[in-house]
């Protein structure tokens, strides 16, 4: 595949490198070199760095490895990802392009949680994978940009609000079991030790010679929220923070 892969760059260089621009031939040219270096036996680190120095005049640090994002893509995909140079973006979006928007959605949808998404995570994978793999570029953008991605990408940033809790308190069941429950308790409460005074002086029960004392054992109820101290998250649009 690879043999391949070298002959048909050659020959699309050397049939339509003239109607290339600079920037597009340069590209081939610089992934034809890795590829051909590769294919003669030269490790991948080697490969990239010849092809820059052959190629560019003038090259950036993070070149070499930016050959080698191109080349994997090409090989995959048999093109060149689109170039967004000199294209205004309100034309042409890098958030629009269809492989760019699969790969953002797997990962919010790895990184989705109770917590919502971290801006800040999101904008690192986009410097560290989407630009780099994608468009060639190695930069970074700002908290904002991310932002406009995430809605651009159907999330919303949402106030945190609680929920409301029906506990049916009013329900003629629950009357009925309120009165039953109440008239159990008033019964019990004869052998349950009571208390009284600012010193909480014990009262001696009177019990029957078969009763023994019983001891009402309570417990408070704590609700503990999974965004408490939080007012908006990320969420999908169409969901709700709990």
């Known amino acids: 595949m690879l043999c391949e892969r070298i002959a ?34 030269y490790g991948k680190m080697k490969a990239s760095e010849e092809a820059t120095r052959m190629v560019y005049i003038i090259s950036k640090p993070y070149t070499a490895k930016w050959i080698r994002s191109l080349a994997k ?9 689109v170039s967004y140079r000199g294209k205004h973006q309100k034309y042409e979006r890098l958030v629009d392009n269809e492989d760019v928007v699969l790969s953002l959605r797997q990962w919010l949808r790895q990184e989705s949680g109770l917590n919502g998404i971290d801006v800040a995570h999101f904008k690192q994978y986009i410097e560290d994978f989407i630009l780099p793999e994608c468009a060639g570029i190695q930069k970074t953008i700002s908290i904002r940009t991310a932002e406009r991605w995430l809605h651009i ?29 109440l008239e159990v308790m008033k019964e019990l409460e004869q052998r349950m030790a009571r208390y009284e005074g600012e010193e909480m002086d014990a ?8 009763e023994r004392e019983l001891i009402l054992i309570t417990h408070d109820e704590c609700i503990f929220y999974t965004n408490d101290g939080k007012k908006k998250i990320w969420i999908p649009d169409g969901e709700m923070p709990l």
């Not at 999330?155 to 003629?172: A, L, M, S, V």
């Open 8 to 41: 048909q760059l050659r020959n699309d260089l050397l049939n339509n490198g003239k109607m290339l621009t600079v920037f597009k031939y340069n590209r081939q040219r610089a992934v034809y070199e890795y590829l051909t270096r590769l294919n003669n036996g």
């Open 73 to 81: 893509f090409y090989l995959n995909h048999k093109s060149f990802p």
């Open 153 to 181: 990408l159907g999330y919303k940033y949402e106030g945190y609000r609680k929920g409301i809790y029906h506990d049916g308190h009013e329900w003629e069941d629950i009357i009925t079991y309120r009165k039953e429950f």
């Open 203 to 210: 009262i001696l029960l009177v019990l029957r010679p078969e």
